[in-house]
């Protein structure tokens, strides 16, 4: 099993306000969101079957709180959704990092 830590971490964006002045502050980066993101990605091309099982992933995931247990099947649609991808921005490398690096577990059956 892989462990993917989803503890938000803080990024840089830049808004425009109403009178269209623009202001640069830092937001917690939502991984649960970037993780559904991924998956349902349109350069994926999914099939509606695939698009149910990732669903249930998503839904695992964003039942999770500090950290999810995947299945090594379940990381791998990650690291192939991430690998698909046609760019990242700054602020994803540390998503990215914690998807591609997630440590093996061991978990014993009771």
Request: net charge negative; glycine share 6%.
């Amino acid at each position: 099993m892989r462990e993917i830590d989803l503890t938000p971490y803080e990024v840089m964006v830049s808004r425009k306000n109403e009178a269209g002045e623009i202001s640069i502050g830092k937001v917690d980066y939502d991984l649960k969101a970037s993780i559904a993101g991924i998956l349902f990605h349109p350069e994926l091309k999914i099939s509606g079957r695939e698009a149910v099982k990732r669903d249930k992933l998503c839904e695992k995931v964003e039942a999770s709180e500090g950290s999810v247990l995947l299945e090594e099947s379940d990381w791998k649609k990650l690291v192939e959704a991430i690998e698909s991808l046609p760019s990242v921005g700054r602020n994803d490398v540390k998503f990215v990092e914690r998807i591609l690096d997630a440590p093996e577990v061991t978990v014993d059956k009771k």
